[in-house]
């Protein structure tokens, strides 16, 4: 599949300011760029280009009505021209820079002057490209870009999983303590029995109350929300650091960050868990598909739903999250149960050649064993890739805000 996006072809930036020429691209330091902060006393600066780029038609400028327009729509402060260049063509937009701006912040202003991307830097490291839509970036939709996240996102999980003793440690980087982090374990633990044994009391009866309550604590909901919104208290208290991790300091960074995430996806599965044997977990009979799975269903469901409400700085990012999460769960919960049909079909397949083969008939209950073990691993099998690529998109949120 060939590559049109704007995003897959390197840029660089060039301006002047008092007399010095400032070249930079991304993934590369620049010493000029190093002595422009310095100069104005700045520890970082983002590059926002005010129109897109144009492919074909790059010889039709963007028109001085729609550039001062889009200027207009910038916060105040002290802004530079200068130009954003895309080095395989040619092609230049016009684009202006300023200092000292959170990459949340120039995310949200290059999303309200219409552009995808823009260009982020601190002293002494590599400048970095962003992009206005985090759940757009690096070609995410594409297929050979999913397989490589589920791919890396579960060698992750794995290197995490051995260096879980971190986790006291972990929960003390992350801003908060292991004593509110117990809390945290018990509130979920204890209302997720509560919420089971209430939905037990009303397995039996109708109405519109009933409904709302089981609806309130569906499996996925409740340690969806309870840990979503720990996480969101998490994120919040880094808005008010001093400035933004570099590309390099955020990798370190998640080497802390991830037991303690480990953690919170081991307790939601914990609840799910409990809320699934305290009573009778909503599912559905699908057509060729056969039942769906309370305990994998409500998991998926779980770990998407805690994203959103995670990661949201508003109602508007909340829903566009909230519906791209919902779209994913379902596709994985449907990916998961095409592949288990598959593997019935091969197993049942399997089975015919066999017993044309053997002189004797094969016991159905040494049959039903094996399909068993053999639906058990295929589940755990696509449910760990799908949780790989859960992971790597959570690495993502988390280390470009």
Request: with cysteine; glycine share 6%; hydrophobic share 50%.
């Amino acid at each position: 599949m060939s590559k049109k996006n704007n995003k897959d072809q390197p840029v660089e930036v060039h301006l002047q300011i008092d007399g010095l020429d400032v070249a930079a691209a991304p993934r590369r330091h620049s010493a000029e760029l190093d002595r422009l902060l310095e100069r104005k006393g700045a520890n970082s600066f983002v590059f926002i280009p005010l129109a897109p780029f144009r492919g074909k038609k790059r010889h039709k400028k963007p028109k001085a009505s729609t550039l001062a327009r889009n200027k207009e729509k910038l916060p105040e402060g002290t802004w530079f021209d200068g130009e954003l260049r895309r080095t395989k063509d040619g092609e230049t937009v016009p684009g202006v820079l300023g200092f000292d701006i959170r990459r949340r912040d120039a995310r949200a202003i290059a999303a309200k002057v219409g552009v995808k991307q823009f260009v982020w830097g601190a002293h002494g490291a590599p400048v970095e490209e962003h992009f206005s839509k985090i759940f757009t970036d690096d070609d995410a939709y594409s297929w050979s870009s999913a397989r490589r996240r589920a791919l890396d996102g579960l060698q992750d999980i794995y290197v995490t999983v051995a260096d879980i003793r971190q986790l006291p440690r972990a929960v003390e980087e992350s801003q908060t303590t292991m004593e509110r982090f117990r809390q945290l374990v018990y509130l979920v633990i204890g209302v997720t029995m509560v919420a089971g044994l209430l939905l037990m009391a009303l397995a039996e009866t109708e109405g519109w109350l009933t409904t709302l309550i089981r609806i309130a604590f569906y499996p996925p909901v409740m340690p969806a929300v309870l840990v979503g919104v720990y996480l969101r208290a998490l994120m919040k208290k880094a808005e008010s650091q001093s400035r933004d991790f570099t590309a390099a300091e955020a990798a370190d960074n998640w080497t802390l960050v991830a037991p303690h995430l480990l953690a919170l996806w081991a307790l939601c599965y914990v609840a799910v868990l409990f809320l699934t044997w305290m009573q009778t977990v909503p599912s559905a009979d699908l057509p060729l598909l056969g039942r769906t799975s309370g305990v994998s269903t409500s998991f998926i469901i779980c770990v998407w739903m805690l994203l959103p409400i995670a990661q949201s700085r508003g109602m508007d990012a909340l829903f566009s999250s909230a519906i791209e999460s919902g779209i994913t769960a379902l596709a994985s919960i449907f990916t998961i149960r095409i592949s288990l049909y598959v593997t019935n079909l091969i197993t049942d397949a399997l089975w015919g050649v066999l017993a044309s083969l053997v002189p004797f008939d094969i016991p159905e209950a040494l049959q039903r064993i094996i399909n068993a073990i053999i639906n058990v691993g295929a589940e755990v099998f696509f449910l760990a890739v799908l949780l790989g690529y859960a992971w790597s998109r959570t690495r993502q949120q988390f280390m470009r805000l």
